[in-house]
Structure formats: C-alpha cells, structure tokens
C-alpha cells in the first residue's frame, strides 16, 4: 500500500484484503502479546508516553509494519517510513532534514525503515546521529538476525524485539475478521481449513492473500484438503540457505541426533529438504555426526552415513532422500560416544606440545645397515607372536611420559574396547614391572 493511501486511511476499492484489515490499534495486533499486552515492553512504552528507538525482528506477515504506525499513532508522532530495498543516501537526507524542521516546530518524528539490514554499515553509521540527537525515534524491520546485519552502535542505541512467528490461533482469528469484513464464510471444510493455516507457515499477509482467492470461489462450493490444494499453489516454507535460518535447523538436525531422538531429526531433516537445503550437505553432515558424536560406540556408523551419501550420489531426490533419512534414524538410536573426538583432540594438543621428539628406537625404520647399526629396530617385539598377543612395549617418545588418551565410557561397542584397554593395562604394568626385576638381576 502506497504511503498516500496509508497516510491519508482511504483504500482504493482494489486494496489487497491484508491492506483493508489491518488493525487500527495495537489492541487489535494479534500473536504478539508478549510485546503488546498488558505488562508488555512495547505496552510499557506506550503508556509512558515516550517512544524509544527499536528493532523489530521477526519473519514475514507478523506484524513489523503495521506495530510501527500504530505506535506512532499512539505516541502523537508524525510517522515517516522508507525502504531500505529502494532508497539509498539521498532519501536517508531527505527525511532527516523533514524530522530536523519538524522537531524544531515541536513535532516528534517515527521514523520506519523496513529492510533495515540492506543498509549497508556505513549507511547504518549515518543514523547514528540524528537518533542520538533525537531527530528521529528510529523503527527497523528485519528478518535476519540483528547480531549479524546491524552495526553494533546502532544496536546499542536500540532495543530489539523478537515478533513471533504467528500460531494457528492467531492466525484463526485473521481469517474469521476477513469474513467478518466480507459478511461471508470460507468456503472450507474444518480440515481444509486446518491446512490453510499450516500453508500460511506463520504468515499473516500470506493467510489473507491466500483467503482472497477462496472468496472469489462460487458460494455452493466447498473444498476439502484435495481440493485446496487444487486452488492454491503450496509455498515454500521460509528458509534461507546460506543466514541464521540455515544454521539454525542443522544445529537442530545435529543435537537431535545427539540427544537420541529419531523423531525431531527425522522433522528436522524433513523441514531442511523441504526448504531447498542440498541434500549432500546434509549427507556430509551426517557423516560428521558419524565420527563426532558416534565414534567408537558403533563403528558401523560411519559406514551407514557413507553409504547414504553415496546412495543419494547414485539415487538423487526424491529417492535417495530415504536413504538420508535411514542414516540420521540409525545414528540418533546409536550409542554415542565423544572418545575418540576428543582423544584426538587432546593427541594434537600432546604432538604440538612436544614438537619433533623422535620415536623410541625399537619402531623406527631401518632399511639400511647404518640405521640398523644406530640402533634402530632394535628389540621390537612383534605383537601377534608373543604368547599373550600383547607385548606392552613403549610406543611413544623416550623422553615423554606415557599419557592416556583415549576414555571410553563403555557405551555399546565401546564396552568391549573399554574391558580389552583395562585388560592391556594391568598387562603392560605387569610386564613393565617383570622387566624392571630382570633388569635388576643382570
């Protein structure tokens, strides 16, 4: 809706039916309570009677928008908003220098920018001013996380407000207002209904555009789900590849599975694909998952994981998806295990610490007589060949002392490996202490 039509409250007669219901106080925003309601910050504000600087950061169809006129609306502001997606420096002027004359005839200015992220940092520095200066009471809309799209001198400067992605209740409500307004009900069936809402994905501007085309619908007709789906094409959920979205369902995906839990990995997974994610990411993550979380717990893990990605390599979608699917149930119900992750860790930190010391002489290699002259090779034991199939010989440096690595806590396959570790080390001091009698004897 243009800036005249919205400044002025007059609608063409073809006004979208999201821009006809839009709430006219902030009584009548729903879904977001917890900043509106009573007790709630934004509330607070309100009836103190001065406005502060804000970001509002939510998805789309929830409200952005609409909160910052209404707030200017109550607060007695003159509300002035610009886009970040079509304006560049020259209108950012503009409307300073609108705010500095009104402010010098007493008149307080909100200033809305939608998009505020696509400000680039130093169009993001250039606010800085005029808000610390009271110029304007700055209002942003963002779908991105401000952590990492905002300049932290204006995040300072502004307190940020998470909208809620809109629930089915709300979402409900919406819809009976659009047939309050159109005197006229939905051509749906309750289940139909149902799956509307799921269309939506949380979405109010989306709900409202959708219901427009369901009213235009003959008045005898009504749809089931099928037939929904026949009317309306599916959107896609929203999902951004490569911002905080993405990584926010992968790290869902990866502690699902390490938290044992098939089902919400199985969602995850799902949720993923369906936002367009490359499945071969996802394969490459499963198999980290492998020798992460895994390990030494279920050493057919690694294989499983290997081999979906190899399947969805030969398969491609839909087909090979299931194959992703059967390596993340596998490895959510797997044991888990950290030991060799963080054996390994502590290793690099030891072989780093301990630079280039060599091995001890009886396991270097000796390919020729002057190595074998300087000793090396010299008394190695050949494990498999000595009666207990363990020589407990000294594999590390001479000149450092022996270190334990590796902890494994005994869960699945680890059990057997922890006995076999506990076993070979009461040997080896055994054998250890047998040496050091005939050492002594000599």
Request: proline share 6%; net charge negative.
């Given at each position: 809706?243009?800036?005249?039509?919205?400044?002025?409250?007059?609608?063409?007669?073809?006004?979208?039916?999201?821009?006809?219901?839009?709430?006219?106080?902030?009584?009548?925003?729903?879904?977001?309570?917890?900043?509106?309601?009573?007790?709630?910050?934004?509330?607070?504000?309100?009836?103190?009677?001065?406005?502060?600087?804000?970001?509002?950061?939510?998805?789309?169809?929830?409200?952005?928008?609409?909160?910052?006129?209404?707030?200017?609306?109550?607060?007695?502001?003159?509300?002035?908003?610009?886009?970040?997606?079509?304006?560049?420096?020259?209108?950012?002027?503009?409307?300073?220098?609108?705010?500095?004359?009104?402010?010098?005839?007493?008149?307080?200015?909100?200033?809305?920018?939608?998009?505020?992220?696509?400000?680039?940092?130093?169009?993001?520095?250039?606010?800085?001013?005029?808000?610390?200066?009271?110029?304007?009471?700055?209002?942003?809309?963002?779908?991105?996380?401000?952590?990492?799209?905002?300049?932290?001198?204006?995040?300072?400067?502004?307190?940020?407000?998470?909208?809620?992605?809109?629930?089915?209740?709300?979402?409900?409500?919406?819809?009976?207002?659009?047939?309050?307004?159109?005197?006229?009900?939905?051509?749906?069936?309750?289940?139909?209904?149902?799956?509307m809402l799921a269309l939506a994905d949380g979405d109010g501007r989306y709900l409202l555009t959708m219901s427009e085309v369901l009213f235009d619908l003959p008045a005898a007709e009504v749809l089931d789900v099928q037939g929904l789906a026949g009317v309306l094409q599916r959107r896609a959920p929203a999902y951004d590849k490569s911002r905080e979205e993405h990584y926010n369902l992968i790290s869902a995906l990866?502690?699902?599975?390490?938290?044992?839990?098939?089902?919400?990995?199985?969602?995850?997974?799902?949720?993923?694909?369906?936002?367009?994610?490359?499945?071969?990411?996802?394969?490459?993550?499963?198999?980290?998952?492998?020798?992460?979380?895994?390990?030494?717990?279920?050493?057919?893990?690694?294989?499983?994981?290997?081999?979906?990605?190899?399947?969805?390599?030969?398969?491609?979608?839909?087909?090979?998806?299931?194959?992703?699917?059967?390596?993340?149930?596998?490895?959510?119900?797997?044991?888990?295990?950290?030991?060799?992750?963080?054996?390994?860790?502590?290793?690099?930190?030891?072989?780093?610490?301990?630079?280039?010391?060599?091995?001890?002489?009886?396991?270097?290699?000796?390919?020729?007589?002057?190595?074998?002259?300087?000793?090396?090779?010299?008394?190695?034991?050949?494990?498999?060949?000595?009666?207990?199939?363990?020589?407990?010989?000294?594999?590390?440096?001479?000149?450092?002392?022996?270190?334990?690595?590796?902890?494994?806590?005994?869960?699945?396959?680890?059990?057997?490996?922890?006995?076999?570790?506990?076993?070979?080390?009461?040997?080896?001091?055994?054998?250890?202490?047998?040496?050091?009698?005939?050492?002594?004897?000599?």
């Amino acid at each position: 809706m243009s800036d005249l039509f919205e400044a002025s409250g007059i609608l063409p007669p073809d006004a979208p039916l999201a821009d006809r219901l839009r709430p006219r106080t902030l009584d009548e925003v729903v879904g977001q309570d917890h900043l509106l309601g009573a007790g709630g910050p934004i509330r607070r504000m309100i009836e103190a009677g001065r406005l502060g600087s804000m970001i509002l950061w939510g998805p789309p169809g929830t409200g952005k928008t609409t909160i910052a006129r209404l707030l200017a609306q109550a607060a007695g502001y003159e509300y002035q908003s610009i886009s970040a997606v079509f304006s560049g420096v020259a209108d950012l002027k503009k409307a300073f220098e609108a705010a500095r004359m009104r402010r010098a005839a007493g008149q307080s200015t909100l200033l809305f920018v939608d998009e505020i992220h696509r400000f680039n940092r130093a169009q993001q520095d250039g606010f800085l001013p005029f808000v610390e200066a009271g110029v304007v009471t700055l209002v942003g809309a963002t779908t991105e996380n401000p952590s990492f799209e905002l300049n932290g001198a204006l995040l300072s400067r502004s307190q940020v407000y998470v909208l809620k992605r809109l629930d089915d209740a709300a979402l409900d409500q919406l819809l009976a207002r659009a047939e309050a307004h159109l005197e006229k009900a939905l051509p749906l069936a309750p289940e139909a209904r149902q799956a509307m809402l799921a269309l939506a994905d949380g979405d109010g501007r989306y709900l409202l555009t959708m219901s427009e085309v369901l009213f235009d619908l003959p008045a005898a007709e009504v749809l089931d789900v099928q037939g929904l789906a026949g009317v309306l094409q599916r959107r896609a959920p929203a999902y951004d590849k490569s911002r905080e979205e993405h990584y926010n369902l992968i790290s869902a995906l990866h502690k699902s599975v390490r938290g044992s839990d098939p089902d919400a990995a199985l969602y995850w997974l799902a949720r993923m694909l369906n936002g367009g994610e490359d499945p071969l990411y996802l394969a490459r993550r499963i198999v980290r998952m492998a020798v992460e979380d895994i390990g030494e717990a279920d050493p057919l893990s690694i294989l499983v994981a290997n081999a979906a990605k190899d399947t969805y390599d030969f398969l491609g979608s839909p087909e090979g998806e299931l194959a992703l699917a059967q390596a993340v149930v596998h490895l959510a119900t797997a044991p888990k295990s950290v030991g060799v992750y963080e054996a390994f860790k502590a290793a690099k930190k030891a072989a780093y610490e301990t630079g280039s010391l060599m091995p001890p002489a009886h396991i270097r290699n000796a390919p020729t007589k002057l190595m074998k002259s300087l000793g090396y090779g010299k008394g190695y034991q050949y494990d498999p060949d000595t009666p207990e199939g363990f020589s407990g010989a000294n594999f590390f440096p001479d000149e450092m002392e022996r270190r334990t690595f590796y902890k494994p806590k005994g869960e699945g396959h680890e059990e057997k490996v922890k006995a076999r570790l506990e076993r070979w080390a009461e040997m080896r001091a055994r054998l250890a202490k047998e040496a050091t009698v005939d050492g002594a004897g000599d």
